[in-house]
């Protein structure tokens, strides 16, 4: 960890004191993926070890905006907000613009970054948040925009990072960088670098931190955590991982993303089905039902493969829950190769699915496809296909109602205070009331706006009552201790 650029840069802020208005903040708008998020709780570890405390408001000291590139929105966004601060900046000139991510590295976003946004003070690439202090301080000792982009194969053991952890209830931890697959729309190798599996021994050593610093929940990380070990000679595989966690008792959940349908193998769902700490719940993206778009986007498997998959899955945790990701649209898709997603989306039934109109990436195979599919043909086809997955979405909710799940709370529900929120152990959402009188550690609950901060990473049975589309309405029953 640049300890040594971080004291320098303590002594600076300390000299700058009365001459800036820079606030001795930060401040970090997260885009894309829970990996973007991971990197996110480490660069404000980094910050908060030079000194700055996290500030919410529109006048940080620093602001840093962690950028995702997968489809051309979230880029959209981005470009939409650099605007917003750019006014903010004219207010408080002293304020330091930073920009990494995985827009970073691909060309056509950083040339324009250069050409567009000369406001913004500090560009880097996903492979170099370890450098942030250095940047940081050759920024403000010198004056000069540092704009520094590698292509290292980085690894965050190899630094020490710490991490300001968002969630009190759930830790973020990748097993895994980068991405081998070349899927022909993906950006991910080219922006997150080949595969590169951590080392073994060292996530459970922290594992065990995170179990003896009350995390009850953890989330294992990977573009594809099923090729965990795949590149390190005599490395234990995913398999193994996952049963030596479930072993040491070490945690109450156990959840890991993302899987690839064509190395998820029948020992990992044998595992899932043996270890109850082990989420009830697989997220297995499917992308296209038809053969043929599967072998243009390069996936690797077949849809007989598939189904042979998430059905086996389906039969060996039976209380289980599937989500997925699809693409409509992908060049060349025709009303059959259409219909085949629909009729594999009719035999798997998935309980959740994240659903995309496929958008063109620069420098990916598919962006050289010629045979796009219109507009309006594409529009068509997704509302379709969200009438069909939202209809078994609400299948899958209303097959639990009458029953009492254990679920693990995250806080208080978005849109009400009175009302609270948690997921099952097969990831259900779950937004439940308390009722007055209920007992928490032998004393009844005091129900107030701060209820939802104090019981966030508490189990408790719920009674499920009303089936949503994309959650289900419960009333609390009582408090467990989620073992
Ligand atoms: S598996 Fe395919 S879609 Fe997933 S990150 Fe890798 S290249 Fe992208």
Known sequence: MQERFCDMLRGLFSQENSSSSRALTYRIRTYGCQLNESDSEKMAGIFEKMGLAEDESDKPGVLLLNTCAIRENAEDRLFGNLGFWKTLKTDNPDMLIVLCGCMTKLNEDLMRIKRSFSYVDIVFGPQDIHRLPEYLYRRLSTGEKIIRVSDDDYMPDDYDLPASRKRKFRALVPIMYGCDNFCTYCVVPYTRGRERSRDFGKIIEQLRELSTSGFREVMLLGQNVNSYGRNVAGSPDFPDLLERISGLNLFSRVRFMTSHPKDLSNRLI?????????????????????NDILRRMNRGYTRERYLETALRFRESVPEGTISTDIIVGFPGETENDFTDTLNLMNEVRFDSAFTFIYSRRPGTVAADMSDAVPEEIVAERFSRLLELQNS????????VIGSTQEVLIEGTS??????????????????????????????????????????????????????????????????????
Do not use: Y
Not at 270 to 284: G, V
Not at 392 to 399: F, I
């Open 270 to 290: 044998d595992i899932i089905a043996e270890n109850p700490c082990i989420e009830r719940h697989l997220h297995l993206p499917f992308q296209s039902g038809s």
């Open 414 to 483: 978005h849109t009400n205070d009175t009302v609270f929120t948690g997921r099952t152990s097969s990831n259900r959402l779950v937004n439940f009331t308390i009722p007055d009188g209920t007992m928490i550690d032998s004393e009844p609950i005091r129900l107030d706006s701060d209820t939802g901060n104090r019981i966030e990473g508490r189990f408790a049975s719920i009674r499920l009552l009303k089936a949503k589309t994309f959650s289900i309405e419960g009333r609390l029953e009582n408090f467990t201790d989620g073992r």
């Open 392 to 399: 078994h979405c609400l299948e899958s909710n209303r097959s």
